[in-house]
DNA sequence: ATACTTAGTTGTACAGTCCAACTAACTTAG
DNA sequence: CTAAGTTAGTTGGACTGTACAACTAAGTAT
């Protein structure tokens, strides 16, 4: 009989990944990390979603840790992030069981152009994937993220947290259909903005070639607002 | 310059641990268990989500082991189970670092009066909380359980889960009202549920000391339905 | 029979989306 | 200076589903 109960059996790694989002050329589009060319890493030279293994001495928390992750690839300190779910399987790794805590982030448009790591690239999302083949169970994790964005956007002001500082409200409709992938009625999402107590007119106007759009920001240190209802019945 | 990227760093702790709720005597309730009163455990002698280290001889994944948690205390095999979230950090477990997979289940009525193990026992949820001090950080996850499962409710057929096989229509109306601790409408009530495709009548009526009420059951395999809107503007 | 209770229905009001047509403000071409 | 084209923003009616309240229906108990 033992002092102290058994700690000593096999654990599994823990990792934390980051799907990244931002609006880019119209687009959305996810930022991934190309892996080390070397035989003797799992997936070399694949592209992966940006994370790695927790620091026990470094890391205080899951989200500290995750915070870590995307600032060192973005330069990004505080956009909106959430936590998204764990995959964590005998065989997603070959190295032996692993388990992942996965998080999301919306990045703000204009800091998506900012500092990148130089292993890292933007990849428009296409569906609910991306081009390449990816790591790990990555792809099954970016369809996650992807879903629970889009049934999220539907209900809430997500994408206010794409748009950068000062934008038009076409712009912010624009984005909201970027992310669903399908047009939305614009009376109907002026109504539901404007009602929301999420945004606030600036005294400026976007000009353009033809008849210019009032621009607003977000509230400040807005949460994100949730709707009564879902736009379109969707089916 | 070794031939495998160091795989030898501490790692963390890594535990599933599972909020099993339950309708009985007309509240709702959560399944808790004593952990083991010897002083060289954490926290000895006092309640607990049901949970514990994943095991990465058996456990093929992470529902696998939440569902090995599950069974294990109350002898339920497949009710509804859905990923709440991890929380992980340096301090939440004496033992060091550690992380947890969260899950919460909702199991029928009749089953919730079944095979419970000796050290489980229900208590009742009384607002996002439970009346003893539970171990570790497991009063957060059962508040963010409680909180999930609430808002879930205002928009979807999660509810059905926590009835028995055949049920009324004013007993489902009771089972959302006590989830979420207001009463509904009646006539939008069952507006909303017999649009939706869910249920379906049987051929028998639940009899008592007033007006018969029709007899229903869950359309087999259903998954839970959305609904576009919440109830009442819950301001 | 009558009162009481709970099941279930009906009808009106209301909120917010859907849809379509309209007005407003600007640029560019003649 | 005017007309055409484009995008911003408004308006009004149809529609959907909830809120609210009054009603009918079917049983028990007295």
């Known amino acids: 009989m033992q002092e102290k ?6 654990r599994p790694l823990t990792t934390v990944d980051v799907v990244i989002f931002a609006i880019r050329s119209d687009a959305l589009q996810v930022l991934l990390v ?6 003797s890493e799992p997936f070399p030279g694949a592209w992966a979603l940006p994370g790695g293994f927790v620091d026990i001495a470094g890391d205080r928390d899951l ?10 690839k973005t330069g990004v300190v505080s956009p909106y992030l959430e ?4 995959w964590g399987s005998a065989t997603r ?10 998080y999301f982030a919306l ?6 152009g900012g500092a990148l790591a130089g292993d890292a690239q933007w990849f428009a999302v296409e569906g609910e994937k991306v081009r390449p083949k990816l790591a790990f ?8 993220a992807v879903l ?3 049934n999220k956007v539907e209900y809430t002001s997500l994408p206010a947290y794409l748009m950068p500082q000062e934008f038009t409200l076409p712009e912010l409709q624009r984005t909201y259909e970027i992310v669903l992938d399908r047009p939305l009625e614009k009376s109907a999402f002026r109504t539901r903005m404007l009602a929301a107590d999420l945004i606030e007119p600036v005294a400026k106007m976007r000009k353009g070639p033809n008849r210019p759009a009032q621009l607003y920001r977000l509230k400040k240190a807005k949460a994100p607002v949730f709707f009564t209802r879902t736009f379109n019945p969707p089916g």
Do not use: M, N, Y
């Open 107 to 112: 990045l703000p448009e204009h800091t998506a």
């Open 5 to 10: 109960p058994e700690l000593d059996f096999p």
């Open 63 to 72: 989200e500290a840790c995750a915070v870590r992750r995307l600032k060192a």
């Open 83 to 86: 936590q998204l779910g764990s």
């Open 93 to 102: 790794d070959p190295r032996g069981w692993s388990a992942t805590h996965a």
């Open 148 to 150: 629970r964005l889009r």
């Open 34 to 39: 190309q892996r080390p060319k070397a035989e």
């Open 137 to 144: 169970d990555h792809a099954e994790i970016l369809q996650a």
